[in-house]
């Protein structure tokens, strides 16, 4: 099973445990880095207003979860903000810093 169904499947169950989180996390960066941490941001950022109102909650727990995880491990550097700025097109360009 890969790591977008682990996560899709606890949204549909309506409840995770955290230690689950943390394991998918992990392991979803040890397979693909920063690179699958924010596919999965963009992933839950895309889908989660296509979802009921009572699995809203669970998914943007996961998508908070996710951020967390990749500021934590990977903190924001130019790259960083400008793969950012180009991933994600709804948000206002934000300064750079030298």
Do not use: C
Request: net charge positive.
């Amino acid at each position: 099973m890969n790591i977008s169904e682990i996560v899709w499947k606890s949204v549909g169950r309506g409840a995770v445990h955290p230690s689950e989180v943390l394991n998918v996390l992990i392991e979803l960066d040890n397979r693909k880095g920063q690179i699958g941490l924010w596919a999965l941001e963009n992933e839950l950022r895309a889908k989660i207003p296509l979802l009921r109102p009572t699995a809203q909650p669970l998914a943007k727990a996961w998508l908070e979860a996710t951020i967390q995880y990749r500021t934590t491990y990977y903190p924001e550097g130019r790259l960083s903000r400008m793969f950012n700025r180009f991933s994600l097109p709804e948000r206002e360009s934000f300064p750079i810093a030298s």
